[in-house]
């Protein structure tokens, strides 16, 4: 079985500051993780996703996350956020094992971005 | 290209009802779940069905039922209703592979009075 942890539930940040969103995960299998966003009264969209390969992965919108395998964490980072990044994160885990396509999501982080 | 449809977009329903809840995949997408977010929370897995067959079902009661059509599309059903079923439910599209994105729909969001 896998879980999710976000370590913070808000985070007020002003704008052009850099932020981290933090994300831990535990896993007795090999896993693939995923940030969503989510908007006000919006479904969920995909920002960024590790598979394999590169512990490093960005998003279009200067987001960026590193996988690290022996602390089991996948944070989120941006090095200076704008007002239009004020919304509700989501960590997802979803374990490389079975044929179900399950994802488990932490509680998700508001980020408040403050003008 | 379309995203992920579902309707309806709201709903409110009163306690003891059944509800239906419809959700339109991705073109090409052969996979569809159906998620639960309580206000505040995290999305919690109810369901994923590919090709018409339930591939996982997450730790909700049997009043929660599912089925996906030959077109792909899907139903989510809700009998019984509770106060403690508001919430939005998401729907979710993928293609094939452990490793496929799962693309959301906006959701229906349903009141219980």
């Known amino acids: 079985a896998q879980s999710v942890t976000q370590l913070d539930s808000q985070v007020p940040v002003f704008e052009e500051a850099p932020v981290e969103l933090r994300c831990n995960y535990s896993?007795?299998?090999?896993?693939?993780l995923f940030w969503y966003v989510q908007y006000p009264n919006q479904g969920l969209q995909l920002l960024l996703k590790?598979?394999?390969?590169?512990?490093l992965v960005e998003s279009i919108n200067g987001f960026e996350a590193e996988f690290n395998k022996s602390q089991t964490s996948f944070h989120l980072r941006k090095p200076s956020v704008h007002i239009s990044d004020t919304a509700e994160y989501f960590c997802?885990?979803?374990?490389?094992?079975?044929?179900?396509?399950?994802?488990?999501f932490g509680q998700g982080t508001t980020l408040q971005v403050k003008p | 290209d379309a995203g992920v449809t579902q309707s309806p977009t709201h709903l409110i329903k009163t306690r003891g009802q059944h509800v239906t809840l419809r959700c339109s995949p991705i073109s090409g997408h052969k996979s569809v779940s159906w998620y639960q977010q309580v206000l505040g929370q995290g999305p919690q897995f109810i369901f994923q069905y590919y090709e018409k067959e339930e591939r996982g079902r997450g730790n909700f009661p049997d009043r929660f039922s599912a089925r996906q059509f030959p077109n792909y599309s899907s139903e989510l059903n809700v009998n019984a209703l509770l106060l403690g079923d508001s919430a939005l439910y998401l729907c979710?599209?993928?293609?094939?592979?452990?490793?496929?994105?799962?693309?959301f729909g906006p959701g229906t969001r349903l009141l219980v009075l």
């Open positions: 997802a885990v979803k374990g490389d094992t079975g044929n179900t396509g399950k994802l488990i």
């Open positions: 896993s007795s299998v090999s896993v693939y």
């Open positions: 979710a599209s993928s293609g094939t592979g452990r490793g496929e994105t799962q693309y």
């Open positions: 590790y598979l394999s390969g590169s512990t």
